[in-house]
């Protein structure tokens, strides 16, 4: 099993910088892939940024510039570094793992940390 856990978020003023940070225990060899979602009030919860083990790292359109996913060599800390942040970009993050072993797959998630950005 993984266990996930966000740190950081907060509020900020607009065009100011945040990090949220993620810290993975347990079986972290199997994570496959790791990122960021975000749900905002009454809205579904949409895909930030992530990274997997193949190289390949994709951005919502609306974090492209702006927003950069880094993680450690141990593939257990990821963090999402985000710039000149927008009202809109208010949200619960949380911070997701996909699960790969031989004998299954699962997604895991943080417990979510809040980001508020005022106008």
């Known amino acids: 099993q993984v266990q996930l856990v966000e740190s950081g978020g907060g509020l900020v003023q607009a065009g100011e910088s945040l990090n949220v940070s993620c810290t993975a225990s347990?079986?972290?060899?199997?994570?496959?892939?790791m990122g960021w979602y975000r749900q905002a009030p009454g809205k579904e919860r949409e895909l930030v940024a992530e990274?997997?083990?193949?190289?390949?790292?994709n951005y919502a359109l609306s974090a492209e510039g702006r927003f950069t996913i880094s993680r450690d060599n141990a593939w257990d800390m990821w963090s999402l570094r985000m710039l000149s942040l927008k009202p809109e970009n208010t949200a619960v993050y949380y911070c997701?793992?996909?699960?790969?072993?031989?004998?299954?797959?699962?997604?895991?998630w943080g417990q979510g940390t809040q980001v508020t950005v005022s106008s």
């Open positions: 997701h793992a996909r699960i790969i072993t031989v004998v299954t797959s699962y997604d895991c």
């Open positions: 347990g079986s972290v060899t199997s994570i496959y892939a």
């Open positions: 990274t997997d083990r193949d190289g390949r790292t």
